[in-house]
């Protein structure tokens, strides 16, 4: 008798609280779309500092590529301080470690958005934009996105915006390019088992499907794992044409050590990332020649190498690993002091929110190396982009050689 | 900066409910499981999907994912019921990192990503839209947690908690459900650990397998450890200085790169630390200087000496009392505990061979016979500690040769253990109280039923106190039954066996190392207790002299075969059964 | 056809690599009766050690791997005198002492990590390594040999050592019957330490060829060693041969299946067959009879005259020594 009187009242709770559980609204705050707020009119004179937020990895596995982001970034900064001092606009940088992990990320973005309170925050890895996106949602800061490219990112949340070519694009291109110029038929995949893998997987499957391709194998690989040999094993099982690989470092090099040991023949391309990876490249050894690569690096390649030049001087022990995205990091101060420009020419306070509306709305912005960059479509950058070639694996990778190059539509 | 405050105070009592829910099962259940982790990130996932794919709201969510981790743990549960410390170990092990293959591997879960971008949680339409009301919905969850197993720890479930703790065996000697329990705690406790998690998707609102794994396991087995295992406040503690370590660490300005493995070297020296000189934890309390001063404060209160009993001490039994205790009993009707043929072997040795028996009620039978003659494997047999490879058992008309011992013993047969395998860690009065329990009313949901809150277990433990009261142990019941006299723990003991109402009794030794003044007072118990005609009772006993005074049948026992029985008299007059009792050639 | 013969190979190398990590944790357990899960702190401290040794310092191999067998050496005997003595000599729950020496894995992965940072290392490799040759169409290089030799290697030696010499002898016997064994002048802290440490540099081959094939980290300890758990519990505690057909049990159940599997899934299918293997045969394939467990209260001494008197504790399993 009592366990059925227990059971009683177990079950009236449980249909109160179910009788509670109609579909909720997920109430996604599209303020991000909105106007810009508080504009006065009135222009604003006088000289400003406006805080810029890094959030890198500063330590951990990724912390070299992380500090070579901040470098970029500081000459960028530099560059904008003296620019627009005479519009009254100083910024001034704030920077928090990530380590390139997603809780780091959230503690990092707390740091930089509700101690600092800067408007605009500034970083990469997927891991960290996909667990930043609420953090900025909610403390209303504009993240703006110059390292990850998962096409799942674009439009992902108001606040996101990615000033760097997605894959999405890029793919579209380099399967073009794999279908139509080099015929392929059949192929592979192995992709690291994070956002940016499963996505660029999920969006090389849909482009090559589009064009009629067949995809016969699909690998996934663990973060940082070291050993890919089950996965190279599998995938020349599948009897591919050709193999697209998007990974990280670790994984990565050890996806082209294992390929190498295999005694692989099976034509292979990836993303910049890996194409450019010193890491990658010396442990592929000569299996990395012949590599093909999509890099979004910015058209004006003098600007490029003059960029690394100054950046190889401000740090001349360091090794650069990041050819492609360096020149998106130095140019994100300008697109800030760009969008702060026109809300002071409104007298509009500087606020994430209002950045946001500046660069929804805004279709002429230029900053330098990259050029014109229009940002209104879903708060992403679409831009040209290549297909390179390793030739010469120990090579600089700024002088890989470019076999194709296809403009965005 | 009151945002970074709201994100860490939000923390804490996720922690503190992860610390309490563990607690129960290492401190209180004395199950050491490394799978808590994965239990906590299966809440987590579950409350997760439910409320941003299905759009739930968040209590039905949460119900769901503490439900689903509650299921999930009972086939652990299962497995500590079958298993000792070290095979319990392992498959937590393996259940907690296969979880995690498993978040990393399922498409729902977002495999190695995670689920990103988890809404702000609506409670009965209410969206919960900033981190100050998350963090207080936290408290209000941790309040009623800890209200919640307050209540389980201090009934009668708690009770039995510990005593399986002690000694599994002895509590299933006693008709408890061993097995069970460890099933329902691990659900109770990992259902817990689930609603700690669906709090945490909701403050971080990004989760992923690398936040569930065994390293998460070990920091919540530090919190329970720093706070003190079995003491209740705890894992508040535990909670406190685990998660307010790296923050104290940010203000010694060490640098970012080394401040993370520093915390964890800390924190992890410091459990050790604790784990070798200070056992109890922070708050834990020494249970021998509890006992002393519990007895203490007992013995200023009713003018006693305070010191525990001399070790020769032997209890005064009042006899008359002791005839009242016993004849309170409900008399059902009469069963007879007899054998059919029963016999088993060991790896071709066969230990009991065809034996045919029966343990009359209103008599005391005596089991003699050399070492080595199977004694102790007969009442295995007859108990359900071992099944029997050929014969049967009956109880009465029923066939019990498939019961466990438990469930035997709920029907009445009980015994008890040459070690006398009391509950050494619990008080004289928590050993009887444990017995005298019902175990419907041990059940987790009857904790929480009507009758419970009327005092039924105060008057469980009145009559324990009576039975205590009748064996002359009443002084010492707050005492620890390790620190006992011998004398006094085998009276305990069979005040334990008495308190679960049995109507047949195999005692195995019950005389052995006793003076002849405790002898005295045993037998004189024992007779009583058969005196009403409808218990029996059955004893291995070595010494002759014993059977002579208090057995009225003798059953002759040689190399696993009843080779007769008889009176007293008859059986040990008989110069056959003497040569072989003593080893002469036949 | 081919990936499977791949898949086969690369389980038997697995699996003996687990058998090597396995061997040193029988041996202790027998003889020590201590779960030494900490075995997963000295693995991981070596292959540092070899790095370091190796490739920071620019030993050459040999003289870094004696210098990791020293390192592994010098953990065990920290251990032994830091943790394990201190709980004995405190009658420490079983249970305790098992989560003491779990911390002690976490506790050296975390100084690892703030030593020789988060990210991986990569151990300079000498040339000869990088040598591969195929048989059967399938690559076989230094390191299959390598872990292959010394596999059978190890446990000839053990065996040899255990039954014919006289140190070995004492081993046994102690975890046999400490008592007895003291009784005849045995002296059992010697002993102890003496297993302690042979059980730990048992491991330093495995951590020196793991460092020479792929990039080591600082959470390198825990996956190993669960594995190498597993191994034991599969194949059965406390002989040697246990371990050795456990690990290779344990490499071909996670790779075998993903003949069929998406790669991922080999971990987990590991883990769910050791979980109900666990639960239906606990002493595993080889391991010996079960015996009555002892329990650890103080004042027992199950003094009856069956052997098999369970006293109701008829389903837990004791590890039982090696013979």
Redesign the interface.
């Known amino acids: 008798m009592r366990l059925i009187r227990s059971a009683q009242i177990v079950a009236v709770v449980a249909a109160f609280s179910l009788a509670a559980a109609c579909t909720t609204d997920s109430g996604t705050d599209d303020a991000g779309t909105s106007g810009i707020e508080g504009a006065t009119g009135k222009a604003t004179t006088g000289d400003e500092t406006y805080k810029i937020g890094l959030g890198m990895p500063l330590t951990g596995a990724a912390a070299s590529y992380g500090e070579e982001y901040v470098i970029a970034v500081k000459e960028g900064i530099a560059d904008v301080n003296k620019e627009y001092a005479k519009d009254g606009i100083k910024l001034e940088l704030v920077t928090a470690d990530t380590q390139a992990t997603a809780e780091g990320g959230i503690s990092a973005m707390n740091k930089l958005g509700a101690v600092e309170k800067a408007p605009v925050v500034l970083t990469a890895w997927s891991a960290v934009v996909a667990a930043a996106t609420p953090v900025a949602q909610d403390l209303g800061f504009a993240l703006f996105n110059a390292g990850a490219q998962s096409p799942s990112l674009i439009g992902s949340s108001p606040n996101l915006v990615n000033v760097l070519p997605m894959n999405d694009v890029q793919l579209d291109n380099f399967t073009k390019y794999l279908t139509e110029t080099k015929g392929y038929k059949t192929f592979a995949t192995i992709y690291v088992d994070n956002e940016s893998g499963q996505g660029t997987a999920t969006a090389f499957k849909k482009a090559i499907e589009a064009r009629g391709g067949k995809m016969v194998a699909q690998e996934s690989i663990r973060q940082d794992a070291t050993d890919a040999t089950t996965q190279i094993a599998k995938i020349k099982d599948s009897g591919a044409d050709f193999i697209y690989m998007q990974t990280l470092l670790v994984e990565g090099a050890a996806t082209m050590k294992a390929y190498r040991e295999a005694g692989l023949d099976i034509p292979i391309g990836s993303y910049a990332g890996v194409g450019e990876s010193r890491v990658i490249r010396d442990a592929g050894k000569d299996a990395m020649n012949g590599l093909i690569y999509m890099s979004h690096i910015p058209e004006d390649i003098d600007a490029v190498n003059k960029l690394l030049d100054r950046m190889q001087a401000a740090d001349p022990g360091r090794v650069l690993a990041n050819q492609s995205y360096n020149g998106y990091f130095y140019a994100s101060p300008f697109i800030y002091a760009e969008a702060i420009k026109e809300l002071r020419s409104q007298g509009a306070p500087v606020t994430g929110k209002n950045v946001l509306a500046v660069l929804n709305t805004k279709k002429d912005i230029n900053v330098p190396i990259i050029g014109a960059m229009d940002l209104t479509n879903k708060l992403t950058y679409v831009g040209p982009t290549i297909i390179r070639q390793i030739n010469d694996y120990k090579a600089n990778p700024m002088d890989d050689e470019t076999i194709d190059s296809v403009t965005a539509d | 900066?009151s945002?970074?405050i709201t994100?860490l105070l939000g923390l804490l009592p996720i922690f503190i409910i992860l610390g309490i829910s563990f607690n129960l099962l290492?401190g209180y259940g004395?199950l050491?499981s490394?799978s808590h982790g994965g239990f906590f990130g299966v809440g987590a996932y579950v409350t997760a999907i439910l409320i941003?794919d299905?759009?739930?709201?968040f209590?039905?969510?949460v119900?769901v994912g503490a439900l689903l981790a509650g299921v999930m743990s009972m086939?652990v549960g299962?497995?500590a019921g079958?298993?000792?410390?070290?095979?319990l170990?392992?498959?937590t092990?393996?259940?907690q990192?296969?979880l995690v293959?498993?978040f990393?591997?399922l498409e729902v879960t977002g495999?190695?990503?995670?689920i990103?971008?988890?809404?702000?949680p609506?409670?009965?339409?209410q969206?919960l839209?900033?981190?100050t009301k998350v963090m207080i919905l936290a408290w209000v969850m941790c309040a009623l947690v800890t209200l919640v197993c307050w209540r389980v720890v201090n009934s009668p479930y708690g009770r039995l908690l510990k005593s399986l703790r002690e000694?599994?065996?002895?509590a299933?000697?006693l008709g408890k459900r061993a097995l069970w329990t460890k099933v329902t705690v691990f659900a109770f406790s990992s259902a817990i650990a689930g609603m700690a998690g669906g709090l945490y998707a909701m403050h971080?609102?990004?989760i992923?397998p690398?936040?569930f794994t065994?390293?998460r396991t070990?920091e919540i087995?530090?919190i329970t450890?720093i706070g003190g295992m079995a003491a209740y406040w705890g894992p508040f503690l535990g909670a406190l200085v685990v998660l307010a370590l790296p923050e104290m660490l940010s203000f010694a300005d060490i640098p970012?790169?080394?401040a993370?493995?520093?915390n964890?070297?800390i924190y992890?020296?410091a459990?050790?630390l604790l784990?070798?000189y200070r056992?109890q934890g922070l708050l834990g309390r020494d249970p021998v200087k509890v006992a002393e001063r519990n007895a203490a404060r007992r013995a200023a209160k009713s003018g006693q000496p305070a010191h525990a009993g001399s070790s020769d001490a032997v209890p005064e039994v009042s006899l008359d009392l002791f005839a009242r205790v016993v004849g309170d009993q409900e008399t059902a009707e009469v069963k007879t505990l007899r054998s059919e043929g029963i016999g088993i072997a060991?790896?071709g040795l066969k230990?009991v061979d065809d034996v045919t028996l029966s343990v009359r009620p209103g008599q005391i039978t005596a089991l003699v016979g050399p070492?080595?003659?199977?004694?102790?494997?007969v009442f295995?047999l007859l108990s359900g500690?071992?099944k029997a490879d050929q014969g049967k058992t009956f109880y009465g008309d029923r066939d019990i040769s498939g019961l466990s011992?438990e469930r035997r013993a709920q029907l009445g047969v009980v015994r008890s253990?040459?070690?006398?395998?009391l509950f050494?860690g619990m008080t004289v009065q928590e050993n009887i109280h444990v017995a005298v329990t019902d175990i419907k009313h041990e059940s987790l949901?009857?904790q929480?039923?009507?009758?419970a809150w009327r005092g039924r277990d105060e008057a469980d433990g009145e009559r324990a106190e009576q039975i205590l009261r009748s064996l002359g142990l009443h002084e010492k019941r707050h005492m620890l039954a390790?620190d006992l006299s011998y004398a006094e723990q085998k009276m305990l003991m069979m005040g334990r066996l008495l308190a679960t109402g049995a109507a047949c009794y195999l005692l195995d030794e019950p005389m052995s190392g006793l003076d002849q003044a405790a002898r005295a007072q045993l037998s004189e118990l024992l007779r009583q207790i058969v005196a009403d005609g409808s218990t029996s009772i059955c004893i291995v006993e070595h010494s002759m002299q014993v059977v002579r005074e208090v057995a009225s049948w003798v059953m002759f026992l040689d190399r696993g075969r009843l080779l007769t029985e008889g009176s007293p008299e008859d059986v040990m007059n008989d110069p056959e059964l003497t040569a072989i009792y003593f080893g002469h050639p036949v | 056809m081919d990936l499977l013969i791949t898949l086969i190979k690369t389980g038997l190398v697995m699996g003996l690599l687990y058998g090597l990590f396995a061997y040193g944790l029988s041996l202790i357990l027998s003889v020590n009766k201590v779960f030494h899960v900490a075995q997963g702190a000295t693995f991981v401290f070596s292959a540092y050690v070899f790095y370091t040794l190796g490739t920071t310092l620019e030993w050459p191999v040999v003289l870094a791997f004696l210098g990791a067998v020293a390192a592994a050496a010098l953990a065990a005997c920290l251990m032994q005198y830091l943790i394990y003595v201190p709980l004995a000599k405190r009658d420490a729950d079983p249970i305790v002492v098992m989560v003491a020496s779990l911390l002690v894995v976490a506790f050296a992965s975390y100084v690892i990590e703030f030593a020789w940072g988060a990210g991986v290392a990569s151990a300079a490799v000498p040339d000869w390594f990088g040598w591969d040759t195929r048989i059967a169409g399938i690559r076989v290089d230094v390191y299959d040999i390598s872990v292959l030799v010394l596999s059978v290697a190890l446990f000839v030696v053990m065996h040899w050592f255990l039954t014919r010499t006289h140190a070995g002898l004492e081993f046994r016997a102690v975890g046999d019957n400490p008592e007895r064994a003291q009784a005849l002048a045995i002296n059992l802290d010697r002993v102890y330490l003496r297993s302690m440490i042979l059980g730990s540099v048992l491991v330093v081959p495995a951590a020196v060829l793991l460092a020479l094939k792929a990039p080591i980290h600082p959470s390198m300890g825990f996956d190993l060693l669960l594995k190498a758990v597993i191994a034991l519990t599969i194949g059965g505690m406390g002989r040697m041969s246990g371990a050795l057909i456990g690990g290779l049990l344990v490499g071909l159940t996670e790779t075998i299946p993903l003949y069929w599997l998406p790669t991922e899934w080999g971990e987990f299918i590991v883990y769910i067959v050791a979980f109900v293997f666990v639960l239906f045969r606990p002493t595993g394939l080889v391991g010996n009879k079960r015996k009555p467990r002892k329990s650890a209260k103080s004042s027992d001494t199950t003094s009856t005259s069956d052997p098999m008197s369970t006293s109701g504790s008829v389903e837990s399993a004791e590890p039982t020594p090696v013979s």
């Open positions: 900066m945002y970074y994100s290492l004395g050491l490394v941003k299905h759009q739930l709201e209590l039905p969510a119900l086939s299962y497995a079958r298993l000792s410390d070290e095979f170990f392992i498959v092990i393996a259940v990192v296969a293959e498993l990393n591997n495999r190695s990503a995670g990103a971008g988890i809404p702000r609506t409670v009965f339409g969206q839209d900033s981190n000694d599994v065996p002895a299933r000697s971080t609102l990004y992923s690398a936040e065994l390293d070990v087995l530090s450890i970012d790169s080394v993370g493995p520093i964890g070297i992890t020296l459990v050790l784990l070798i056992p060991f790896g230990a070492n080595g003659a199977g004694k102790t494997t295995n500690a071992l011992i253990f040459q070690e006398v395998r050494e949901i009857s929480f039923t009507v009758g390790r």
